[in-house]
């Protein structure tokens, strides 16, 4: 397929999704527990991985006979390069837009510029093997999951929105922040969630001050603590729930039902091992990492081959049902299976609390000018938290680059409280028959009820 252009695969995905769509609309299921992946309704017919929907500035409307308090901001990183390497890999990834310049402070001078400033750059030797590890990964200026400048121009697009609705629309945050005390800022270790919160405050607050007196403090767990995804190093029972889950009777019949494919896929990259043969997580990014770059599907290496046999490649039909396959994959992981609950506790529960207690908090007058959290992370942060709210199928879909979950606190007139949750630019709807709340304005108390239900009492000892 290495001749085959973007367009036509692109035509071929959205033919396939869209027929599939039809074939599957008499005997859909809004629920993928005791339900096949040909039978669940994906609801994905305007879905793309590629590109999250943002906030619209001309269309938000504020909650009618109330004033705004908080505003939680939980988002997924930019577009990205693949986080999964195959081997000979001829691509060429370029993140050359995508440079900070840095420098440390002398010891007992916070605010003070000791070393000059520096940038780092990631250079990928040539591939001869002399002196490195040839075709170990690709070409190019990027480092294995970088945010790529597609990625830092969806979180500036995002902050721009955010700035025409809350300084621009509703003049609730500073037109430029005369100190950080109003914004709190966590990312994960990982640097592409850095990058992506640099990106949207960038554009949420352009032409800030630079000087290191203005610089916005972002808080960082050790990755060992690390509570914004399922920290499986931290918490080993997270691995003993999602190894019931995956040998449960449905999981094994839906990978053998697919085997097929992943068997096909994983000899076309040349991969093996466990976690090829029992999640797709690592499909989904080999292959939508390059749709979402215009650049051809994989091929076989068939240098070691005489003769002029045609290299197999990957096909827009093989990436079409692969992102199936990782939709479904996640929804009955986190929402359906009747351990979904449990996992959630563990996986997520400990940030559901940091949001609540933030909340909280703020309510108590005790978290002093805040009025913008921004919480940087990865699909795997997302996505949980939209099982949590039981969000439909549309909006359990996997998250695409720069997805976004807005958390916003109002006090209403009579002096209750409600918060609204929106969804890459929609208010979130949950699935027909788990509506627990509208969350166009859930009252604080039910909305404190639903997170209880996930938040762990002693996350250590649930744990253990």
């Keep these: 397929m290495g001749?085959?252009?973007f367009n036509s695969v692109a035509v071929a995905i959205v033919a396939f999704a869209a027929a599939a769509a039809a074939a599957n609309a008499s005997p859909a299921s809004s629920s993928s527990f005791g339900v096949g992946v040909s039978a669940y309704a994906f609801d994905d017919a305007a879905y793309s991985y590629c590109d999250a929907n943002y906030p619209d500035d001309q269309a938000y409307r504020a909650v009618p006979d109330a004033k705004l308090e908080l505003v939680q901001l939980v988002v997924r990183h930019g577009d990205r390069?693949?986080?999964?390497?195959?081997?000979?890999?001829?691509?060429?990834?370029?993140?050359?837009?995508?440079?900070?310049?840095?420098?440390?402070?002398?010891a007992g001078q916070p605010e003070t510029n000791t070393t000059g400033a520096f940038r780092q750059l990631i250079e990928i030797p040539s591939w001869n093997g002399k002196y490195g590890y040839a075709n170990q990964v690709w070409r190019g200026t990027?480092?294995?999951?970088?945010?790529?400048?597609?990625?830092?121009s969806q979180h500036r697009m995002l902050g721009s929105k955010l700035r025409g609705i809350y300084v621009d629309k509703l003049g609730f945050l500073s037109a430029q922040p005369n100190n950080t005390d109003e914004i709190y800022v966590r990312t994960t270790h990982v640097w592409r969630t850095k990058n992506s919160a640099e990106s949207l405050l960038g554009a949420l607050w352009p032409k800030r001050d630079i000087t290191p007196q203005s610089a916005i403090p972002f808080h960082t767990y050790p990755k060992e603590i690390e509570t914004m995804y399922?920290?499986?190093?931290?918490?080993?029972?997270?691995?003993t729930l999602v190894s019931k889950i995956t040998d449960s009777e449905q999981f094994q019949?839906?990978?053998?039902?697919?085997?097929?494919?992943?068997?096909?896929?994983?000899?076309?990259?040349?991969?093996?091992g466990s976690s090829w043969k029992s999640s797709w997580d690592g499909y989904i990014d080999i292959l939508q990492a390059r749709h979402c770059h215009n650049i051809a599907l994989p091929c076989s290496d068939r240098s070691s081959i005489s003769g002029k046999a045609t290299p197999k490649c990957a096909t827009?039909?093989?990436?079409?049902?692969?992102?199936?396959?990782?939709?479904?994959?996640?929804?009955?992981?986190?929402?359906?299976?009747?351990?979904?609950?449990?996992?959630?506790?563990?996986?997520?529960?400990?940030?559901?609390?940091?949001?609540?207690?933030?909340?909280q908090e703020h309510i108590a007058g005790k978290t002093g000018n805040l009025k913008f959290?921004?919480?940087?992370?990865?699909d795997s942060t997302v996505a949980p938290l939209l099982a949590v709210l039981q969000a439909s199928n549309r909006n359990m879909l996997w998250p695409p680059y720069a997805s976004n979950i807005l958390f916003e606190l109002w006090k209403k007139n009579d002096g209750s409280r409600v918060v609204r949750v929106i969804y890459n630019g929609q208010v979130l709807k949950l699935q027909p028959e788990f509506e627990w709340c509208d969350l166009n304005a859930c009252a604080l108390d039910t909305f404190y009820k639903h997170l209880d239900e996930y938040i762990p009492d002693n996350?250590?000892?649930?744990c253990a």
Excluded at 373 to 378: D, F, K, Q
């Design 3 to 5: 001749a085959r252009t």
């Design 81 to 106: 390069t693949p986080v999964h390497l195959i081997p000979n890999d001829n691509t060429t990834w370029t993140c050359d837009g995508v440079a900070e310049n840095i420098y440390l402070n002398g």
């Design 142 to 152: 990027c480092d294995v999951g970088q945010l790529t400048d597609k990625g830092k």
């Design 230 to 239: 399922g920290n499986t190093d931290a918490c080993g029972k997270i691995r």
């Design 253 to 272: 019949a839906f990978l053998k039902e697919q085997g097929p494919l992943m068997a096909r896929l994983s000899g076309i990259f040349g991969v093996s």
């Design 316 to 359: 827009a039909e093989d990436s079409a049902q692969v992102l199936r396959n990782s939709h479904y994959e996640w929804v009955f992981m986190y929402r359906d299976h009747p351990l979904s609950h449990s996992y959630l506790g563990l996986v997520i529960g400990s940030l559901l609390g940091t949001l609540k207690d933030q909340m």
């Design 373 to 378: 959290a921004l919480y940087s992370g990865h």
């Design 459 to 462: 996350i250590a000892s649930e």
